[in-house]
C-alpha cells in the first residue's frame, strides 16, 4: 500500500524534520510523533521505506495551506480518531491536528486538546495527472504518524490486532464464537453473495485498476465465468489451502485475532496468466530457456510494465482482502464477546510477493516467496500450524537476508500424503484445546503435516526478535 511522495516532511524527536526520501536513504530506525489510543501524543520508533513505483496520486490541502501528495488509498485520523482514505475526504473534514513549533533547536508539541480553536481541517482534494515513487513509515508500536503538514496519518495495513480482552473475559466454550466468524466470512470457495457495501470507493478504485488490466489481457477476463463480479464478491473472503483466521492468547493471556489469506481468484487468474504469457513471449527472445519455469519479462517492455501494474494490483487487493476480513470479523465478535477495544496491531504481513527495495546499493526488485520482510524494527506475524503457535517478530533487518525472515512453520509432508497418514483422531489428538472443524476435510492441514515453529523461530534468531508468542485457541480454516 503506497503513501506518499518522497519529498513529504516528518518531523522527528530530535528536532529536525526530514523528508521520507531522506529518511529511506539513511536507514535504520528514527523516532517519530505518533498519537496512542487515548490520543496522546508521544514518541515511537519507525523505519522507512519506498513501497511503491509510478503510483497514482492525489493532493490534500489543509486549512493552513499546507498540501500532501499521497496515493488515494492513504488513510488520514480524523478528529475523533477514526480513519478515513485521502479519496474519500471532503472538504471542511477535521483531522486529527498535530501543534509543534521549533525554539532553539527544540521542539515543543502541544497535546490536541478535546476543544481545540485551531482544528486542521481539508481545504481541498483533488487528483493529479502525473505519477511518482511513494514511501511510508512502519511505526509498530502505534500505526501511525505525523507529518510535518499538522496532521496524523496511518502506516501500513494489518492483519494481526491485540484487543483488551484477557483469556478470562473469553466464553468457556468457544464453538459459538467459531461459528460468528464462520458466518460472516465465506470460506473455501464461497463468497458473499452480492458487491460488498463497505469502502464503496475502494471498490470503485479497485474497478478503475482491474478493468485497465483487463483491457489490455482480456484473457484474463475469460479465465473465469465472471470476474468482474467474482473479485468483488470476494473481497472479505478467506479462501482455502493453509489460510486461517485465529484468536489467540499471548504470553500475557492478552487475546489477538490473526489471519492470513492473499488475492483470492483473481489474483490466482492474474498469476497464471502472465505466467503463461511469460513462457511464450520467451520464444520470441531466447531459443531455449534451461527450463520453462525461468521464463521472465525483460524489462523496459510493455509486458513488463503490465505485469508491474498487475502485481500490484493484486498486492492491493491482497491487503483490502485482509482489511475487509478484519472489519467483518472485528463487527461478528462484538455481539458475542464483551465489549473491547483495538490495543495493538502488527502491520500487513504480504508474502509470495513482489517489492521495489534498496539493497547492497542497488534499487532491485524483491520476490519474497513463503517469505516476509523483516526490516530494523519492522513487526511481522510468523504462524505455526493450527495446533501448535505463532509469533509477532520484530525485524533485525539483516542485509544478507534481503530484510527478511520466514512467513511460517512450512510443510514437511504434502496434503496428499497428510490425509494418507492421519485420521480424524489424529486431528482430535493433534488440536486438542483449540476450537476448530476436527473432520477428515482439514487433515491435509493437521499441525502433524507441518514442521515444528519453534526450531523455524530458532533458526532465524539472525532475522527476527520475538516479541510475542501466541498460542490458538480459536481457528477458523479455508
Not at 464503496?200 to 489490455?216: A, C, F, H, R, W
Not at 524489462?299 to 508491474?308: A, K, L, S
Not at 513482489?354 to 526490516?375: D, W, Y
Request: proline fraction near 4%; hydrophobic fraction near 35%.
Amino acid at each position: 500500500m503506497g503513501c506518499f511522495t518522497g519529498d513529504t516532511k516528518v518531523p522527528l524527536l530530535n528536532g529536525k524534520e526530514l523528508s521520507l526520501q531522506e529518511l529511506v536513504e539513511l536507514g535504520g530506525e528514527h523516532w517519530v510523533y505518533a498519537i496512542d489510543e487515548n490520543h496522546k501524543i508521544t514518541g515511537a520508533k519507525a523505519t522507512a521505506k519506498l513501497t511503491r513505483h509510478h503510483a497514482a496520486l492525489m493532493k490534500v490541502v489543509l486549512d493552513n495551506d499546507e498540501e500532501i501528495i499521497c496515493t488515494p488509498d492513504h488513510q488520514f485520523m480524523l478528529r475523533d480518531g477514526l480513519w478515513c482514505d485521502a479519496k474519500d475526504l471532503k472538504p471542511k473534514t477535521s483531522l486529527m491536528p498535530f501543534y509543534s513549533q521549533i525554539d532553539k533547536g527544540e521542539r515543543s508539541v502541544q497535546q490536541p486538546a478535546v476543544e481545540h480553536a485551531l482544528n486542521h481541517k481539508v481545504k481541498s482534494v483533488e487528483p493529479l495527472d502525473y505519477k511518482a515513487d511513494v514511501y511510508c513509515l512502519t511505526v509498530p508500536e502505534y500505526a501511525n504518524f505525523a507529518l510535518s503538514a499538522g496532521v496524523f496519518v496511518h502506516n501500513c495495513g494489518m492483519n494481526a490486532l491485540r484487543l483488551s480482552l484477557t483469556a478470562n473475559e473469553l466464553p468457556e466454550n468457544l464453538k459459538k464464537v467459531r461459528e460468528t466468524i464462520e458466518d460472516v466470512v465465506p470460506v473455501g470457495f464461497e463468497m458473499h453473495r452480492g458487491r460488498p457495501k463497505a469502502h464503496s470507493s475502494t471498490i470503485k478504485s479497485l474497478d478503475n485498476g482491474i478493468e485497465q488490466i483487463m483491457q489490455k489481457h482480456p484473457a484474463i477476463a475469460k479465465m473465469s465465468r465472471k470476474p468482474r463480479q467474482a473479485w468483488a464478491q470476494q473481497l472479505g473472503t478467506l479462501g482455502g489451502g493453509n489460510h486461517f483466521i485465529e484468536l489467540c492468547l499471548d504470553e500475557n493471556q492478552d487475546v489477538w485475532i490473526m489471519l492470513h489469506s492473499g488475492s483470492r481468484g483473481i489474483g490466482n487468474n492474474i498469476g497464471r496468466y502472465f505466467i503463461g504469457l511469460a513462457k511464450k513471449d520467451m520464444e520470441n527472445h531466447i531459443a531455449q530457456l534451461p527450463h520453462k519455469d525461468l521464463a521472465y519479462f525483460p524489462e523496459g517492455t510493455q509486458y513488463f510494465d503490465d505485469y508491474v501494474q498487475a502485481v500490484h494490483w493484486a498486492q492491493d487487493y491482497a491487503m483490502w482482502n485482509r482489511k475487509e476480513m478484519m472489519r467483518l470479523i472485528l463487527d461478528a465478535l462484538k455481539k458475542v464477546l464483551p465489549v473491547f477495544s483495538i490495543t495493538k496491531e502488527a502491520i500487513n504481513c504480504h508474502h509470495n510477493y513482489v517489492s521495489i527495495e534498496q539493497h547492497f546499493g542497488e534499487q532491485v526488485f524483491l520476490t519474497r516467496k513463503g517469505a516476509i520482510s523483516a526490516q530494523e524494527g519492522e513487526l511481522g506475524i510468523i504462524p505455526g500450524s493450527m495446533g501448535a503457535k505463532s509469533f509477532i517478530v520484530r525485524g533485525k533487518g539483516n542485509p544478507d537476508a534481503f530484510c527478511s525472515c520466514s512467513h511460517g512453520a512450512g510443510r514437511k509432508m504434502s496434503r496428499t500424503k497428510a490425509k494418507k497418514s492421519f485420521d480424524v483422531s489424529d486431528m482430535e489428538q493433534q488440536t486438542e484445546g483449540v476450537e476448530c472443524r476436527k473432520d477428515k476435510g482439514g487433515l491435509d492441514e493437521i499441525p502433524g503435516a507441518y514442521k515444528d515453529i519453534d526450531t523455524v523461530i530458532e533458526h532465524q534468531n539472525d532475522l527476527v526478535d520475538v516479541v510475542h508468542t501466541l498460542k490458538q485457541v480459536v481457528c477458523v480454516k479455508g
